[in-house]
T-cell receptor, first 112, second 115 residues
């Protein structure tokens, strides 16, 4: 099992550009999450999904969108990149509620 | 206030000393409390977790305690070693807007173990 795989690992975007961060898991997990990590701020939840076709906003959803058309994939879309979106993004998955979250290796995004 | 608060933000100890990190949470219905370790440039990984029906759990040099009445839990690392140096995150399952209980993280503690 590869676990949770994120692509790309690094990306530099110009202000106003768009991109999609990819996340895939091969553990048949229902729960998937997107977090952003900023220095000294911990992990902030952007969006989450409890199964295919179901997504919900987290604590910091503005400027992002997600979709969950399959159990395996949970892409995160940035439509109009802003410098405030410079961060490290982690995708994670869990088998069910109140269990361990397995993280991807992260995507370091810089918006200039 | 924040749903999960974590202290201290930085902890510096000598090799062999003990380290304690403390967290509080807001949702009295929370029942799952994991701890994650994140080494520099790596992903967070689970090191220990505790559920609300247990007051303490140990795994070799690490232990976690939970006080549900006071809504706080702590991580204890004994006989610290340089390889314990990392950022440690506590988390609690907090009810999100959609009704599900989702891992909500503290801000992290940077533990530095000096040889």
């Amino acid at each position: 099992n590869a676990g949770v795989t994120q692509t790309p690992k690094f990306r530099i975007l110009k202000i106003g550009q768009s991109m999609t961060l990819q996340c895939a898991q091969d553990m048949n997990h229902n729960y998937m999450y997107w977090y952003r990590q900023d220095p000294g701020m911990g992990l902030k939840l952007i969006y989450y999904s409890v199964g295919a076709g179901i997504t919900d906003k987290g604590e910091v959803p503005n400027g992002y969108n997600v979709s969950r058309s399959t159990t395996e994939d949970f892409p995160l879309r940035l439509e109009l990149a802003a410098p405030s979106q410079t961060s490290v993004y982690f995708c994670a998955s869990g088998g069910r509620e109140n269990t361990e979250a397995f993280f991807g290796q992260g995507t370091r995004l810089t918006v200039v | 206030g924040e749903n999960v608060e974590q202290h201290p933000s930085t902890l510096s100890v000598q090799e062999g000393d003990s380290a304690v990190i403390k967290c509080t949470y807001s949702d009295s219905a929370s029942n799952y409390f994991p701890w994650y370790k994140q080494e520099l440039g790596k992903r967070p990984q689970l090191i220990i977790d505790i559920r609300s029906n247990v007051g303490e759990k140990k795994d070799q040099r690490i232990a976690v305690t939970l006080n549900k009445t006071a809504k706080h839990f702590s991580l204890h690392i004994t006989e610290t070693q340089p390889e314990d140096s990392a950022v440690y995150f506590c988390a609690a399952s907090i009810r999100a807007s959609g009704g599900s209980y989702i891992p909500t993280f503290g801000r992290g503690t940077s533990l530095i173990v000096h040889p």
